[in-house]
Each structure stands twice: as C-alpha cells, then as structure tokens.
C-alpha cells in the first residue's frame, strides 16, 4: 500500500490511451455479443424452417387407408415398423460406440397411439422427451434441442397430421446441430483472437493519436518555458484554429501581460520609493552636515532643527503609506465596521484642513446639511477625505477656493471635493491613481508631506469599503473628486447591533 500511494499517476496521454482502449473494449465487447446471438439465432431459425418444410413434404405422401396409415416414402431410408424391434436391438448392440448422425437422415412417422409406422435407423438414437407426442388439435407441433445416446445434440421438430379435421399421423424429423455449434465455435475462436490484436491496435492508435493532440501545447509550452522575467514582452503564438489550444493560448498571453505590467508597475514603485525615501534623507543630511561644518547660533539650530523635524515627520508618512500600500496587496489590511456620520466625519477633517488652506490663501467651503450613516472604519475614512482634501489645496493657486459637500442619492452616499486649481490634462485621468505617478515629473512639491502616494491609498480606501471613485477635471478649470460609497441599511445597522461586529479585510 504505501508503495501505491508514492506511485504518480499516469500522464494525460497514458490516460486517454487507457480510456480509449476500455471504450473501445467495451464496444468491440457488445458488438460481438451481439454479432455472435444474432447469427446464432439466424442458424437455429432457418434450421428450424427447414425442418418443417422437410416434415410437410413427408406429410404429402401420408394418406389413412381404412384406418391404416399408408406412407410414400420420399427419403428412400424409412424403414417399415415390423423392423423396428430388430433395429432397436441392434443399436443397443451398439450403444457402446459412438456413432455419428451428423450427415445422417432423422425422421420418424407414428400413428395416433405413438405407434411406429415408419422410422430411419439412426432415428433409434435420440433420446426423444414425450412432450414431443402429445400433441393435440390445439398443439399440432413441436420443436427442440434433444440428445443422442451419445450426447450429440440434435434439433427436433413434431408435427401432426391431420385428415379431414381428425389426426392420422405424427411426423418427427431431427437434424444434427453438430455443424451448426462448430461453426458457432469457429466464429467465437475468430472473435477470440482478432479482438485482442484489434485492441492492441486500437491502444496504440489511440497513444498516437493522443500525441498529435498536445503537440501544440507542447509547443506553447517551450514557447512559454522560454520567456523570462526580464522578457515579458515575448508572447506565444496563436494556432489559426480557433479551439481549446488558441484559447489556452489566448490565457497565456493575458496572463503574461498581467505579470508584465505587474513587473512594470513594481520596478516603477520600487524606483520612486527609493528616490522619495533618498530626498528626505539627503535633506536631513545635508542640513546636519552644514551645522556640523560651522557654528550656528540658537535661533539657526532651532530652525535646522524645525526643518530637519519636517523631513523627518515626512519620510515617517512615506514609511506609513508605503507599510499600508503593502499590507492591502497582501491582503492583511484589516477594517473595523461600525456605524458612522459621514457628514460628521467630514466637518472634522476640514476643521483640521482650514489652517492648511488658510496658509496657502485658499478658501475651503463645508457643505454637510443632512446627516448621512455608513459603515466603516472611521481612521481609514478620516485619512481618505484628508488626502483629498490636502491634494485639492496643494494643486490649488493662492485666492481660489476647495469646496467639500456631502450628500446621499437613494442607497448612495457621495463625498465630493471639488477646486479651482490648475486641473488634470485628459491623458493624465486614467493614471492618477498610480501610485507615485504625479501629472508633471518636473513639479515636484516642496512642502507638505506629499509621497505621491496620496490617491492610491484613497483608492485602497475606498474601494475597500465597497465604493468607488471617479474625477472630472479640466486644466484651469479645477478638479473635482466624487467617493460613492453604501449607506447603511436598517438591516445592517440591525445586524451590527445583534453581535459582536466582524473585522473587514
């Protein structure tokens, strides 16, 4: 047994070989089956047509003569009765050897009270069953397989005759079914040592056949094995025949696009990280390296050390942002579900954002007049509105204005930041929830805790709470950033209440 369970299990060709040959068997089992009881059947039944037709001729030349049944002989070999006592004397002389009746004429003709009229000698051999005699007006023949003394089996068949309405006579005429069974033993031996050779063949036709099929997918995979993670731009050749290989095909190549962009957006990411990681360092070591060089006094080290506080505290939101982009493609991100005002929730991140605008000469706007509930994370949501909120001021010129409104359409709740910055080209749309992606590579801010991460994790955010989020913009026309996000339900706030509410990740 434990031998078994480390044995591997057959490849798919040995497979279909082994289900194509247990088919096939079972087919060419049926077929000859079948093929051998149809001719079987077909050899008894004309055997049987021609035992009766032999018994009507025999019948024409039987007449009743004053009670006296005359026959006219038609085979030339039947035999008077007064003989018959002598004949069976001298079979049971013989009865001891085998004698053959296969070529031999059967036939046997007896008066109303089962007397011998007539019989041929080999007639003596058959063991004939009484049943074969009682015959009636109703039941006026019979037909079956009996034996000889000697166990040869013979076919047997009964008839009587009938004159005017009355019975004068009974007919039996047997033939011999040696010929018939060794021609049913030939064909069986035939079936018998054709068929394996016909599965052999059929074994190996199916193995080739089988091996034909995965050519091409052999091919797909070289093709395949051949492209590495530096050649992701190699894709597999498409077969013309639109089947299971061009579809099998057809997912290769997606799939390979997928991993290509995914290599693609990780070299990106793994790039800007390091550059956005090496500014604010190069900052704070250049800053420490000018006050190691010369003397500074009180009022220059606290400002060093002001600026010095403000990289520091920016390449901590870059490590937070990178540590919580990594945990949501690892999928270990974990969200609380509690019920929340939205439009609360909103009024305290713009309380926070007003000295930021205030900064920068920016009017921000607070539009929250219904209260609106969800179900979310509160810090996670906090976070989301404030990046928005901080990207619309910072891409807003001095004197324009940031308005932020909350609103609810039937099961939809909508937070929406909009501005009157310098907006977003049209081809930039698509992108601008990339992470580190940034519509102008030369502007690069100087101020703030920008990582260019902004948009990406109010994305995660957002679609993590089952929403979406989509932006209309125009250059010089502002921007505007719409979050739909499910209101709750009575059910779920019925839900929440009944238990102990469940971590969403």
């Known amino acids: 047994m434990k031998l078994l369970r480390h044995l591997h299990p057959p490849g798919i060709r040995i497979q279909l070989m082994l289900w194509y040959t247990m088919v096939f068997a079972l087919l060419l089992l049926c077929s000859d089956a079948l093929l051998y009881t149809q001719l079987q059947t077909s050899q008894f039944t004309n055997l049987d047509k021609a035992l009766r037709l032999e018994a009507n001729q025999i019948a024409a030349g039987i007449s009743n003569d004053a009670g006296t049944v005359v026959v006219q002989d038609v085979t030339g070999d039947l035999l008077d009765g007064s003989v018959t006592e002598n004949s069976s004397a001298s079979n049971t002389q013989q009865g001891g050897s085998h004698v053959d009746i296969t070529f031999s004429t059967l036939v046997r003709i007896l008066d109303t009270h089962n007397r011998i009229v007539r019989i041929t000698p080999q007639f003596h051999m058959l063991l004939v069953p009484s049943t074969s005699l009682l015959l009636s007006s109703q039941q006026k023949e019979w037909q079956g397989t009996i034996q000889t003394r000697d166990g040869q089996q013979v076919r047997l068949y009964s008839m009587m005759i009938t004159e005017n309405g009355v019975p004068i006579a009974i007919v039996q005429v047997g033939e011999s079914l040696t010929q018939l069974n060794n021609s049913l033993h030939s064909l069986l031996l035939e079936l018998l040592v054709i068929s394996p050779f016909a599965l052999v063949l059929g074994a190996f036709g199916s193995y080739w056949l089988a091996a034909r099929a995965f050519i091409p997918i052999d091919r797909l995979t070289r093709t395949a094995r051949q492209i590495e993670a530096g050649d992701l731009q190699r894709r597999v050749s498409m077969p013309k025949a639109r089947d299971e290989v061009y579809r099998l095909a057809q997912t290769l190549n997606e799939m390979i696009e997928r991993l290509d962009q995914s290599f693609t957006r990780q070299q990106r990411f793994v790039a800007d990280a390091s550059h956005e990681l090496r500014t604010p360092v190069a900052v704070i070591r250049s800053m420490t390296d000018l006050a190691l060089l010369q003397e500074l006094s ?153 990582s260019g991460l902004g948009l990406s994790l109010v994305k995660w955010v957002v679609e993590a709470h089952h929403g979406t989020i989509h932006v209309e913009s125009q250059p010089g026309c502002g921007s505007t950033f719409t979050i739909n996000l499910p209101l709750a339900t009575p059910q779920d706030m019925q839900e929440l209440f009944s238990g102990i509410p469940t971590p969403r990740q």
Do not use: C, W
Not at 413 to 436: C, S, Y
């Open 298 to 450: 009180p009022p220059e080290y606290i400002t060093l050390l002001e600026n010095v506080n403000s990289e520091a505290e920016r390449l901590g939101h870059l490590i937070s942002d990178l540590l919580a982009l990594a945990r949501a493609d690892e999928n270990k991100a974990i969200f609380e579900e509690e019920p929340l005002r939205l439009d609360e929730l909103v009024n305290v991140v713009a309380a926070n954002a007003e000295v930021l605008a205030a900064e920068h000469g920016i009017t921000l706007e607070v539009h929250t007049k219904q209260p609106i509930i969800i179900l979310g994370d509160e810090s996670r949501l906090i976070q989301a509105v404030m990046n928005l909120i901080d990207n619309a001021i910072l891409y807003t010129n001095s004197g324009g204005a940031v308005t932020v409104r909350t609103r609810h359409e039937a099961t939809i709740a909508q937070i929406v930041v909009q501005d009157t910055g310098i907006g977003i080209a049209a081809e930039h749309l698509p992108h601008i929830f990339e992470r580190f992606y940034r519509v102008d590579p030369a502007r690069v801010r100087t101020e703030g805790n920008s």
